[in-house]
């Protein structure tokens, strides 16, 4: 079965310090994987997604994410944190047998001044 | 730009109403999808339609029902609402292959 798995439920930041959320996978196959960003109260906005290509994949707001096969990882990362960035962060993989995403349980970031 | 519109950023409820969600998106894509959202258990898959008038079961689909007439509404309707279907409500649509895009969610009370 595919799945996806945020091992952290939270990640504390100083602004200004390089950040890392962590998701790791497992899918039978290629993996079509994607990244989320959650605000309180709003819905989730995309950040970016790796379907083929170059393992370090850019997204919206300075963030970029590394592939890695060996390790079937997916993590988010930002050079320099912003207080801004304090959200909740989803990993998703695509399942193949249907058209659905495979959601990870999310991991909270905090950035503190 | 995408735009996945919901009907209710806010709704609250009656235990045994039946509760209309409604969801509208501008991008012409085949599917669309129904979430619920609760803290520590992520985001979980209620129904999902890939087609006009097609719509397949999620996860948690008990409890609910959805309606696709056009492609670009999809509805997801609680027959007899309870208190344990307080809840965010998260409305998405996408491409086979690529990214969902989401609504606001509607946060949904039932007392």
């Known amino acids: 079965a595919q799945s996806v798995a945020q091992p952290e439920d939270q990640v504390n930041v100083a602004e200004g310090n390089p950040l890392t959320v962590k998701c790791t996978y497992s899918v039978s196959g290629n993996p079509y994987l994607f990244w989320y960003v959650q605000y309180p109260n709003r819905g989730l906005q995309f950040l970016l997604k790796?379907?083929?290509?170059?393992?370090l994949v850019k997204g919206s707001y300075g963030f970029e994410a590394e592939f890695n096969k060996s390790q079937t990882s997916f993590h988010l990362k930002k050079p320099s944190a912003l207080v801004s960035d304090s959200a909740l962060y989803f990993c998703a993989v695509r399942d193949f047998s249907s058209y659905k995403l495979i959601f990870g349980s999310g991991t909270r970031l905090l950035v503190r001044p | 730009d995408v735009k996945v519109t919901q009907s209710s950023r806010y709704l609250v409820k009656r235990t045994g109403e039946k509760v209309f969600l409604e969801c509208v998106q501008d991008m012409d894509h085949e599917n669309m999808f129904w979430y619920r959202q609760d803290p520590g258990l992520g985001l979980r898959l209620i129904y999902f339609?890939?087609?006009?008038?097609?719509?397949e079961k999620g996860d948690i689909p008990e409890g609910y029902s959805v309606s696709r007439e056009k492609k670009e509404r999809f509805s997801l309707i609680l027959e007899s609402a309870s208190t344990n279907q307080t809840s965010m409500y998260l409305c998405?649509?996408?491409?086979?292959?690529?990214?969902?895009?989401f609504g606001p969610g509607t946060r949904l009370t039932v007392l």
């Open positions: 339609s890939y087609d006009v008038k097609m719509k």
């Open positions: 790796y379907i083929t290509g170059d393992n």
């Open positions: 998405a649509s996408g491409t086979s292959y690529n990214e969902q895009f």
